[in-house]
């Protein structure tokens, strides 16, 4: 089974704080609310171009709360390094830059409303 493509990661989480992660990458991250198929409990699916690649979907009532494990982060490619840090200054998040020994690439390492970390990653900047 040789893998073709990444194709998305999921959050799961109750409704206040679904409504926290979806603004956060809308709001922050950049992605797009899009359409979801109709499931029969809460959530939305954010899009990056045309690709879904980030499920957040409700914890049903009486279900188990999601599984602590080994997740890190979730990283994205981008582009406008002093607008992004200008945006996230603005907005309250805070956030650590970091240089990738021996390259031009430059990293802002933040969290999302969970917890769950973020890397934004910026390709031949002049630091």
């Not at 240089?99 to 430059?106: A, D, H, L, S």
Request: with cysteine.
């Amino acid at each position: 089974m040789p893998i073709q493509a990444f194709n998305h990661f999921n959050l799961r989480a109750e409704q206040a704080l679904l409504e926290r992660l979806r603004d956060f990458y809308v709001d922050v991250v950049g992605l797009r609310e899009g359409p979801r198929p109709p499931f029969d409990f809460h959530g939305y699916w954010l899009y990056l171009q045309d690709q879904a690649v980030l499920h957040l979907a409700e914890v049903p009532a009486g279900a188990a709360a999601p599984q602590r494990g080994t997740f890190d982060h979730v990283a994205f490619t981008c582009t406008g390094l002093a607008a992004t840090e200008a945006q996230l200054r603005e907005r309250g998040v805070a956030f650590r830059r970091a240089q990738v020994p021996g390259t031009k690439q430059v990293q802002l390492f933040l969290r999302d409303p969970a917890g769950n970390g973020v890397e934004f990653n910026f390709e031949d900047v002049d630091a």
